[in-house]
């Protein structure tokens, strides 16, 4: 769908970020944004809440760092976490570190409060995050209440970290490491549920924002073999990712499913396992997976990748057009960043923004993963398969309604400098004076 805080939009509105206004028309932006996610949204956290659930987020939130973008204002009953990921260290004069939160008050500062050692790779944030989950299914699990639990945690987004124990546990290095203790905390989790006997009554799915994130690796980031590039692109080692859903007495073990889905499913199929209906005022670009899952129905369906307000391809079963081309500009690349390292394919990696419109770039992604061989325009294939997903990219771009952009515009004064709850622990900083711009990265 697209990338970073706009898939978490994306999950918590079932909406694709054009629709939600989380997107920018000027290229990516970064932690300084103004914007958060629209009042005017429905996130999946208040449609929970009003048929009994209590929600919960761990981890990242990434929807505006403003206090009036608060997840508690957004249908969540409790939060230990960030609104960014764990960047830094910084000053504190030019830029802020990040605030940590308990609920609506923030309880201290990363680097500051909560270690994460760069020489070492050494931190406890992801234990501490296992912890807060842990006690969450504790405090409900042996109870009749429905509880919402929403676990995004971020030890793989560089720089990574990983506890001792993990360190130096894994042959692929310190992201391995934050593998294995991301993997032992999911098992953590898992137990809790079977000891407390709530596994039957709970549906729990794991998946990722994107896909691995070349620019950091190989020593900070992981592998998205055998597909093309990286986070931050929309070739499919940026946006195809793991899925693994887990619900005992429902979903028999070792299955596999071959239905095309994205993360806004998630959205509409918890609303429809909890037995709520999604809005109707609105258009919702997620589907209920639990056909899928629990019957073994595989739908057809279309899945549009956008990178900022531009649709660059579209999947339609095992093909896939794409419309633009870009990895990212020669202005990084000459500065060293590639989002598709050893990977460089002629007239596809493109570092110049490239159309297709005319003649999309078509790949069949089942028997050609890696987006290495684009079929033939004169082919009968390409003449056969071109014209069906044209209709289905006519009809999405006729009904498209885009909403505010939330990320344009950019500002230091609005950082974490003066949270809520600052006061009560000493951490209040000095904003500098506010002077907005409009927030331009070349990615």
Request: hydrophobic letters at 35%.
């Amino acid at each position: 769908i697209s990338f970073y805080c706009t898939a978490r939009a994306a999950l918590l509105t079932g909406r694709l970020p054009i629709r939600n206004g989380f997107y920018t028309t000027n290229a990516h932006s970064r932690n300084e944004i103004v914007g958060g996610i629209a009042y005017s949204e429905v996130l999946l956290p208040e449609l929970l809440k009003k048929a009994g659930y209590v929600n919960k987020i761990v981890g990242k939130w990434h929807l505006g760092h403003r206090s009036k973008y608060h997840p508690l204002r957004h249908g969540f009953d409790e939060w230990f976490g960030s609104p960014n990921c764990h960047f830094g260290p910084y000053d504190d004069k030019q830029q802020p570190n990040i605030p940590v939160y308990r609920d609506w008050d923030m309880i201290g500062r990363y680097y500051e409060d909560i270690e994460i050692n760069h020489k070492t790779g050494e931190s406890n944030l992801t234990q501490i995050y296992l912890q807060e989950a842990l006690n969450f299914i504790g405090k409900y699990g042996s109870t009749k209440q429905p509880f919402f639990l929403y676990w995004a945690i971020d030890a793989t987004h560089a720089p990574v970290y990983a506890s001792k124990p993990f360190l130096g546990s894994s042959r692929r290095g310190l992201y391995g490491d934050a593998v294995r203790e991301i993997d032992s905390s999911i098992g953590k989790i898992l137990e809790l549920l079977k000891n407390t006997g709530i596994a039957k009554d709970t549906f729990v799915f794991f998946t990722s924002d994107n896909g691995a994130a070349l620019i950091s690796a190989p020593n900070q980031g992981g592998s998205n073999s055998p597909f093309l590039c990286g986070k931050q692109t929309t070739f499919e080692g940026g946006m195809r990712v793991p899925g693994i859903a887990w619900w005992p007495g429902h979903l028999p073990p070792g299955q596999v499913s071959h239905q095309l889905s994205n993360i806004m499913d998630l959205f509409t199929t918890s609303l429809a396992l909890a037995g709520i209906d999604p809005p109707k005022d609105r258009p919702i670009d997620g589907i209920d997976l639990s056909p899928v899952m629990l019957e073994g129905k595989v739908t057809d369906r279309p899945i549009f990748f956008y990178r900022g307000n531009e649709m660059m391809a579209v999947r339609l079963g095992l093909y896939k057009a794409h419309y633009w081309t870009w990895t990212n500009s020669w202005e990084e690349l000459s500065q060293g960043i590639n989002f598709c390292p050893g990977q460089n394919i002629t007239g596809i990696t493109t570092h110049d923004q490239v159309e297709h419109d005319l003649n999309p770039l078509l790949f069949h992604v089942g028997r050609d993963p890696g987006e290495k061989y684009p079929i033939s325009v004169l082919s009968n294939e390409y003449q056969q398969v071109m014209p069906r997903i044209s209709y289905v990219v006519g009809q999405h771009k006729e009904s498209m309604i885009p909403g505010e952009p939330q990320l344009n515009v950019c500002d230091l004064a609005v950082m974490n400098w003066s949270p809520p709850g600052c006061e009560k622990i000493g951490k209040c900083l000095n904003p500098p004076e506010s002077k907005p711009w409009k927030c331009v990265w070349p990615h």
